[in-house]
């Protein structure tokens, strides 16, 4: 049974840190690109970032850009969000997936096959 399970999420202060984990079991996804989605109250589930399957690409929604940081570690089956400059806007759930699409960057969500059941990450102002 393939299982994606992210940790890490948690309350923090506006302008603060956290880092966000997403652990992988039941298959490897070393050769496939993931990807952090997130959703807020009410509102529909958006992109975040995506890593290709080595780690030498990634790509960024633009309201992250620069505050980011997707990474992976494939020799744990774990990709990581480090998330800095955190605003309250950042508040959501966030989520992280796997695609096993050919294409990259994947950054829609038909896009990825395997998905966590997500993380709350609440900035407070």
């Known amino acids: 049974q393939v299982q994606l399970v992210e940790s890490g999420g948690g309350l923090v202060q506006a302008g603060g840190s956290l880092r966000v984990s997403c652990a992988a079991s039941g298959r490897t996804f070393s050769s496939h690109p993931m990807g952090w989605f997130r959703q807020a109250p009410g509102k529909e589930r958006d992109f975040v970032a995506t890593i290709s399957w080595s780690g030498g690409n990634t790509y960024y929604a633009e309201s992250v850009k620069g505050r980011f940081t997707i990474s992976r570690d494939n020799a744990k089956n774990t990709v990581y969000l480090q998330m800095n400059s955190l605003k309250p806007e950042d508040t959501a759930v966030y989520y992280c997936?796997?695609?096993?699409?050919?294409?990259?960057?994947?950054?829609?969500?038909?896009?990825?096959?395997?998905w966590g059941q997500g993380t709350q990450v609440t900035v407070s102002s």
């Open positions: 997936a796997a695609s096993l699409s050919g294409s990259y960057p994947p950054t829609e969500g038909y896009e990825y096959d395997y």
